[in-house]
């Protein structure tokens, strides 16, 4: 649970807040549309005598029923211009989270399904965040020129928002009508946002914009509250006619969605390959491929690979670019797994008795951190999610790969080089049994890479296992105990 609020605080850092000018743009549009609401009442001269409800249902009033073929469809910008932006909100956060500082955070839980939680917990506060802006700027405008009540003005509604005079004027249930109007609005949102996630993750953001895009094409022309685009439109609702849908499905096909959202996205993404970037105790490890192919596409990317390796050395992989070296190393941390054959850690084998690697240190491709943070806040970060080191040993572990732990310059503004350190101290701060380093000296010159040496030279002595990749000949012989050559997914020399 730990491990989830603290994944969920992150989110809500760099989902959200970072994020706020996606919001602001939210805002604007709100605003703009009640700016056209307010507008209307000034022609009709109504002026002050608006409250909160009136402005809900002229966002909310939707459009009547699609009759036949040749009705005139005309759909409400403000029903869909929030829900977009709403869906660009959440847009490819939380795949482009894992792809990089999200990815470590993630090794460090070492459980899938705290990231996903968390993310599901991110987009219900995210859904959550775009109704308050619209509540709170409902609520200033209603302060400002009109009347800080619940209570519907019938005359606004129909003269201003275009009910039907009939229907309103003997409704007992418009109060109650707004009210929950704004609730199962807020309710869609989310079972929409949680749509846009799962499907996001199983098939891509682009298809995760489409999904939503779909649910609100279906909610204009057809007729059942269970298909929800519908719960944003209150003039087919049963409250305001006879004829109106019952939003008691909207609310009941929100929840199933939203349940089968969190259970599918969860589903796939334990089983889910993440193909991009993703203590003190010194144990004797051993790990083990046995028989191990991956296929990507039809292409087969490793190709029947046996290995054994144990604690206390180097082993430096060698290959082309594109021979599998990555994917070697993707596969025995377990950010993918293996199409065919085995990885066993110390007996336990990898995606079965384990997700990762119990104690792991990864550096894989280019680092990714929080680029407003420094590179002692961002450590101190990963590092609270086991507790492992303080903070002295934070600033110790900066200070070993060439970094002042004082410097208040944030991550964006470092240098490649110093990126890289900052990458490498984090792969082996919590001094992990495995660490995986693919292309350590990448962007160092000769000072850096010499502490590199000496940072791999102590962690082999405590008793780590490492692996690492190095398109540098010399350097990789230097640095390895033992070279394995990879050449097309297949082991060439050992």
Known sequence: MKNVWFQVRYDIVNGIVHQWKKFLL???VYGVLITQFLAVCRLKHLIGQYTISDIVLYLFKGMSWITDDKSEVIIPTAYVL????????????????????????LMRARKKSVWWISKCIWAVITSVVTYAILVVEVVAVALAGGRLSWQVNRDICYRVSGYDKTLIKNNVNLTRFAVYMLLVG???????????????????????YVAVVVILIMGVFFKSFLFIGNGFMAIRNVLYTPQGGDIRLTVIADIVIIAVSVIVGYVSFKRMDILKKSDWRCVI???????????????????????ELTSGKVYGLKGKNGSGKTMLMRVICGLISATEGTVEIDGKILGKDMTFPDSVGVLIENPAFI??????????????????????HIREVIHQVGL???????????SLGMKQKLGIAAAYMENPDLIILDEPINALD???????????????????????????KEELEMLSDEIIEISEGRIVEK
Do not use: W
Request: proline letters at 3%.
């Open 404 to 414: 002042d732990p004082d410097d208040k310059r944030t991550y964006r503004k470092y």
């Open 82 to 105: 929030p829900n977009v932006l709403i869906a660009f909100a959440i847009g490819n956060y939380p795949f482009k989270d894992i792809n990089g500082y999200g990815g470590m955070v």
């Open 285 to 307: 490890m051993v790990i083990k491929l046995t028989d191990v192919s991956k296929v990507i596409k039809k292409a087969k990317v490793l190709d029947n690979i046996n290995l």
């Open 26 to 28: 939210l805002a604007i």
């Open 446 to 472: 000769e000072a850096g890479a010499k502490q590199v040496h000496e940072r791999l030279e102590e962690q082999k002595k405590r008793g780590a296992l490492i692996i690492i990749a190095c398109h540098d």
């Open 371 to 392: 680029g407003n943070y420094t590179g002692f806040k961002n450590l101190k970060v990963l590092a609270s999610i086991q507790n492992r080191v303080d903070d002295e």
């Open 186 to 208: 807020l309710l869609t949102t989310i079972a929409i946002c949680l749509v846009q996630i799962c499907v996001s993750q199983i098939f891509g953001p682009i298809i995760g």
